[in-house]
């Protein structure tokens, strides 16, 4: 699975962007998709996923009523709308889709200003 994640970009704290990651290839037997994210000198965090046949949902608690994860099940494409954004939540964004392996995509940058 190739994975493409775009709308990553700057913007102050309490605006919003919306990441969308596409899947191509063998995405027949997704399991799962959602985003890590990765803030400079940290690890490397779970942020929110989403069941690809029940639609679940999983947000880390950090996010939670700020950010919706949500899926297009026709364009194989995961969607993570950021709102009230702090500057605690600058990363780099990584897409992932778990079929019979974990998939990542590039990493998108998002940067939030004070």
């Known amino acids: 699975v190739q994975l493409q994640a775009s709308g990553g970009g700057l913007v102050q704290a309490g605006g919003s962007l919306r990441l969308s990651c596409a899947a191509s290839?063998?995405?027949?037997?997704?399991?799962?998709m959602g985003w890590f994210r990765q803030a400079p000198g940290k690890k490397r965090e779970f942020v929110a996923g989403?069941?690809?046949?029940?639609?679940?949902?999983y947000y880390a608690d950090s996010v939670k009523g700020r950010f919706t994860i949500s899926r297009d099940n026709a364009k194989n494409t995961v969607y993570l709308q950021m709102n009230s954004l702090k500057p605690e939540d600058t990363a780099v964004y990584y897409c992932?889709?778990?079929?019979?392996?974990?998939?990542w995509g590039q990493g998108t940058l998002v940067t939030v200003s004070s």
């Open positions: 290839g063998r995405t027949f037997r997704t399991y799962a």
């Open positions: 992932f889709a778990q079929t019979h392996q974990t998939s």
């Open positions: 989403v069941g690809w046949s029940n639609g679940n949902t």
